[in-house]
């Protein structure tokens, strides 16, 4: 019994012993796993440590996680401010705001009534934004404008004394054209250039005046353009000659003849483009606009005064009435030369010579009659501060009638010595002698308003 009683204790003994060695083992074999792995972790970051050694420029992952973060907690500040921005914005104009141009009833272009009550989001006050009184337009205001506002409204008063996107400013109302008609619009202000053109019947003496009137200062005026105003003006009256078509009022929402209005004497821009892409600026001009210390296209062409020597302007298809409302609307600040030759058998006999259209004399004469008259009516329509008659058989032997064309113009101290012939003896060769003797004196007296 104790022999068996010790036999168990024993084995129980040898058993607990053999639990605590298996138990050292283990620990001894995690031991040495994990001191071998950490020597291997070692060894390994050793020769990572090494290798970035021979990368200068490397940058770690955690350096790079965190500039990461800080670009995207910007990105976030700045979208997250911009929103805010947006929805101020939307409650208070951060940018001062113009009242939107409507159409009101009777195709009158005016101002939206709506509110402004601070003058700084006006544009700056400019000179004759106000105009005088005339029977359709009361203190320089459309009376229609003055009629749904009344004389008292405080947007009107304000808007009265600054410049308005619709007005009637002539900038050379005390100069080149003071009787010029000027509805300036966003799309065209058509008193901003001034023009010269010679009217006349063909072999009269117009090309030897061209020659003439391009000596003067800041004058550029070009030759002969196949009667390219006429065909210009069908530009404007292929429209107006449609019923369905309405210049100044909008047709809306449906239809097949759906626009918005047009402005009175929009077209007036476009017209005068042709004459300046026909006849531009010399190219050396071209080369130097908008270059440092040279001015914009829009500043040299307000310096000189453009237009043309035209001999077939009676030969479109209008009326001495139509021909000058077109080039009121249209070259609004003109003036005109019309010449004519009082001695129509000659002229007659020099374009048959040159084969000239008919060769029937009867035929030439009825035709430069005709033609005559044609142009004497548009001069007389036009009025004398704007057109002036001249005769080749006069100033051909009298210069001081081309001289008072120049002091009518508004040019002083520019007189000639003698004509510049041009397409002289019967033909069409330049002749030899061009040199004007004008005075370095001869410049343009009135300034600009």
Known sequence: MLNSSYHRSSM???????????????????????????????????????EYSNEPHSVSKDKICVFLEKKTLLLLFMLSFILVLLNVCSVFPCVPRMP?????EGGQFNKEKEK???????????????????????????ALLQEKYGHQNETFATLQNHFLPFNE???????????????????????????????ATGRSGSTSLLTMMNKLPNVQLSGENNNELYVASMLETN????????????????????????????????????????????????LTINTPNHPSLEEYEQSWI???????IQQGRWTPEEAVTFFQENFPCSRYIVNISSNIEKQAKSRISLHWGSTDYETQVKGLTRENEY???????????????????????DLSIINNIMDWMGYKDCHFQEVLHQNNNQGYATDSSHDSNMSEKCHYATHLT
């Open 239 to 286: 429209l107006k000659n449609r019923a369905e078509f309405h210049f100044d009022q909008e047709v809306k929402n449906e239809g097949p003849w759906l626009h918005n209005a047009i402005p009175v004497q929009a077209m007036a821009c476009a017209t005068q483009k042709v004459m300046a892409t026909i006849d531009p600026p010399p190219a050396e001009v071209l």
């Open 100 to 104: 939107n141009v409507v159409t009101l």
């Open 169 to 199: 400013t002539n900038p050379y109302n005390s100069s080149w054209c003071p009787k010029a008609s000027c509805h300036n619009s966003p799309i065209c202000a058509p008193c901003n250039k001034r023009f010269l053109f010679i009217l």
């Open 306 to 312: 453009f237009g043309a020597k035209i001999i077939r």
């Open 12 to 50: 129980g003994i040898s058993n607990f012993g053999q639990e605590q060695q298996q138990e050292q083992l283990q620990h001894s074999l995690q031991t040495r796993t994990i001191n071998h792995g950490d020597e291997w972790m070692e060894n390994n970051e050793h020769q990572q440590k090494k």
């Open 375 to 397: 142009l004497k009516k548009f001069a007389s329509l036009m009025g004398a501060d704007t057109a002036q008659v001249i005769d080749l058989e006069e100033w051909a032997h």
């Open 116 to 142: 402004i009550k601070d003058d700084d989001e006006l544009l700056p006050a400019r000179e004759n934004a106000t105009h005088p009184s005339t029977p359709d337009h009361e203190n320089g205001q459309p």
